[in-house]
């Protein structure tokens, strides 16, 4: 691994405990005008001091990101599709490496979907986009996207498809957290990042599930929904971030969450 890669991927994984709480901001893709991300800014501006990346399209990052802010990109480079269609995955390829090299993203993102009609096609777009990211010194993280079939995430589908991604190159995974995670783990050899998926009933719901990866071997995650369409969403990442970088537990990130929401106004 080169210098540039290197050094890219160490300001996405923080190298002092090799963790990282990556905020996922990229729904519009193919969600449009989601639930509380109507306003891109408006939602992840209060967020972003206690992210350690932003997850963002290039359309937003360049609309909605002050240049300024000191938070590494990660920038979303597949799509194609939106929610109207029954199969979301027919993706290409929406940016080419020289725009993410110019926007100085510290990493770019491409969904795979494993087992669907277009297997081959997101698979081969995710070797290209490893080809062009080794030749210029840009991570490449894989997400095992499953579209609207969420019933697909256990854990022999996601270790298959994590492997399949690690084994083609990726740098990085994002996947689903799932009982028997840790097979998922086990089986990919390249750090693993957990989505936190729709919105959960309770904020411990989603903080078991961020506290459950990491303790069988997550190094993060890539949570959008679960924190920002709280109506406390600092108090939510503030929650997290406990249990990514402090090693707390789900009482304990709970706790940071009731204190923290006590001073904050609802969104
Ligand atoms: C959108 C994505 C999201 O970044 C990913 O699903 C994480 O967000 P959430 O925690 O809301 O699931 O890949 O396609």
Redesign the pocket.
Known sequence: MDWGLKNRLARMIKPSDGRSVML????G???GPTRKLEVPRRTFEPLVPYADVL?VTRGVLRTSVDPSWDIPILL?VSGGTSVLQNDLSDEGLTVGMKDALRLNASAV?I?IFVGTAHERQTLLNLAKLVDEGEDRGMPVMA?T?VGKELEKRDARYLALACRIAAEIGAHVV?TYYCEGFSKVVEGCPVPLVV????KLNTEADAFQLAYDALQAGAIG???????WQNDHSVAMIKGIRAIVHEGATVKEASDVFDQSKGASIPA
């Open positions: 996922a901001c990229d729904h893709y193919f969600m997850s979303r993102s969904s997400i996207a994002k989505a936190g998926g729709p995650v890539d949570m959008g929904r679960n924190i």
